[in-house]
Nanobody, 111 residues
Framework: QVQLVESGGGLVQPGGSLRLSCAVSASFFSWNDVDWYRQPPGKERDWVAQISAGGSTNYAESVKGRFTITRDNSKNTVYLQMNSLKPEDTAVYYC?????YGQGTQVTVSS
């Protein structure tokens, strides 16, 4: 059974930073890719970033150069470091592991 818990969201001013965490309870965590998605208010859920089992990363164009995804296999946790945040980054952020989403964490970028 897979369980994910996202944390680290909050209210931040434009230009600020946040680090999201996704703690995964599952076997063989290090063998699997992990993705971050986000869902802005009233919009569909969109892919943000992925880190592979081997540590390779990919990003949506909208966040490339501002967001960094990392993983700590010793803690079964994936992180999303978000810098230079913009109001359009406002969304509920979810991580995805083996077909399961967590409950999400709200990020609001506003002055």
């Amino acid at each position: 059974q897979v369980q994910l818990v996202e944390s680290g969201g909050g209210l931040v001013q434009p230009g600020g930073s946040l680090r999201l965490s996704c703690a995964v309870s599952a076997s063989f965590f290090s063998w699997n890719d992990v993705d971050w998605y986000r869902q802005p208010p009233g919009k569909e859920r969109d892919w943000v970033a992925q880190i592979s089992a081997g540590g390779s990363t990919n990003y949506a164009e909208s966040v490339k150069g501002r967001f960094t995804i990392t993983r700590d296999n010793s803690k079964n946790t994936v992180y999303l470091q978000m810098n230079s945040l913009k109001p359009e980054d406002t969304a509920v952020y979810y991580c995805l592991f083996r077909g399961t989403y967590g409950q999400g964490t709200q990020v609001t970028v506003s002055s």
